[in-house]
Nanobody, 127 residues
């Protein structure tokens, strides 16, 4: 069983930055594809970013490209989401997700591809 715990959310003004962290338990974190999703009030949860377990491949939804950066530190069992130039429309609960994969270069963008989820952390961007 893998447990994921997000941190780093909060209230920030538009144009500001936040860095989310997701700490994972378990010895096989380095073999997990990791992703970030978000859910705004009244909306479906949506994909934000993903990173392969090798760290060599990343993928972003169009609305965050150039502003958000996903990274991971396998030695610390942690994945990060650096969010810059935040906009009010980025306001949401952000969830970390993970799944074991054999391909070190694989990324995953669909909720159904992830087996493990964190509890979420609130990000609020004021205008």
């Amino acid at each position: 069983q893998v447990q994921l715990v997000e941190s780093g959310g909060g209230l920030v003004q538009a144009g500001g930055s936040l860095r989310l962290s997701c700490a994972a338990s378990g010895r096989t974190f380095s073999s997990y594809v990791m992703g970030w999703f978000r859910q705004a009030p009244g909306k479906e949860r949506e994909f934000v970013a993903a990173i392969s377990w090798s760290g060599g491949n990343t993928y972003y939804t169009d609305s965050v490209k150039g502003r958000f950066t996903i990274s991971r530190d396998n030695a610390k069992n942690t994945v990060y989401l650096q969010m810059n130039s935040l906009k009010p429309e980025d306001t949401a609960v952000y969830y970390c997700a993970g799944n074991f994969v054999r391909d070190p270069h694989a990324v995953a963008t669909m909720e159904s591809e992830y087996s493990y989820w964190g509890q979420g952390t609130q990000v609020t961007v004021s205008s």
